[in-house]
């Protein structure tokens, strides 16, 4: 089924299909929906690292798991192979991605699991989301404008929601937050205050390489996490993949700092009150 799909698209014909095909993670299989091409970026999976990182966070603690920056459920699938009852919030603004996710719900009789069709802000508003490829779901969208260099294929508009907007909805028993939004970071991280100042989540985020201190866009976005996280008295710690995308590791750093690779983007950020268990459960 695998090579007829990727011939398909190759062929660019899959747009014309819609059918569903199933996909396994964790040993846990899932419906997963084909709908005029989308959906295929999910097989294979990938970032298949985060649901052995997923498995331990959940063994020191249990809640709801936040996704901002859902896109088309790559994070719903894993975090669902881990645990299928946990509760979901997931943050998208593309109204592709939360239409197809909505699809991968009902396909799966997920319970406990939303679905919020708006980006996470520290205002309220309507933005410009940048595509930087011919897709109507591209991972790499990003609300910066010019984030991977003046690349924009086209532009929509989306709304954005605040603090004081998001916080109606969410409860009080979050465990961990993801955060996927390609340069949008501090913004978003603004609007979780309250949530990280009272609940204390871990926090995995992916935080692009910034290259150069020159490239200020990037630079100077990355500085202000680092001092935030650090005053609110968290730790951060990269997450050391294998050369298959598989979790090997954590490894404690003082700070993001300035590089190129692109390996090393992804960050587990620690409550310091859990960084004696997460020592003593995962290989640092």
Not at 83 to 88: A, E, F, L, M, R
Not at 94 to 121: A, M
Not at 247 to 253: A, G, P, Q, R, Y
Request: proline residues 4%; aromatic residues 10%.
């Amino acid at each position: 089924m695998l090579f007829l799909l990727k011939i398909l698209n190759r062929l660019g014909c899959i747009k014309f299909f819609n059918f569903n095909t199933q996909l396994v993670i964790n040993g846990k299989k899932f419906n997963l929906p084909i709908s005029g091409g989308i959906g295929f970026g999910n097989i294979p999976m990938s970032e298949i690292w985060m649901v052995k990182c997923l498995d331990l966070l959940l063994q020191i603690k249990k809640g709801t798991f936040i996704d901002i920056g859902a896109n088309i459920g790559q994070s719903l699938l894993k975090v669902k192979s881990v645990d299928s009852q946990i509760n979901y919030i997931g943050f998208e603004p593309n109204p592709k991605c939360v239409s197809y996710i909505e699809e991968i719900i009902k396909e799966n009789n997920f319970l406990s699991t939303q679905i919020v069709p708006t980006g996470v802000s520290n205002e309220n508003g309507i933005l410009k989301l940048n595509l930087f490829h011919n897709n109507a779901t591209d991972i790499s969208a990003s609300l910066i404008d010019n984030f991977q260099n003046d690349n924009t294929v086209y532009q929509k508009y989306i709304v954005v929601s605040d603090q004081a907007s998001i916080s109606r909805i969410l409860p009080d028993d979050i465990c961990i937050v993801k955060i996927d939004v390609e340069g949008y970071e501090w913004f978003v991280v603004q609007a979780l205050n309250e949530v990280l100042l009272k609940q204390r989540p871990f926090v995995l985020i992916e935080i692009l390489p910034v290259y150069s201190e020159s490239n200020r866009k990037r630079y100077e976005p990355q500085m202000k996490l680092e001092k935030y996280f650090i005053d609110m008295n968290y730790q951060f710690m990269r997450i050391v993949k294998d050369a298959e995308d598989n979790f090997l590791s954590l490894e404690i750093i003082e700070k993001i700092d300035v590089h190129g690779d692109t390996t090393k983007c992804e960050y587990l950020i620690t409550p310091h009150e859990h960084i004696k268990r997460i020592c003593s459960i995962f290989k640092t």
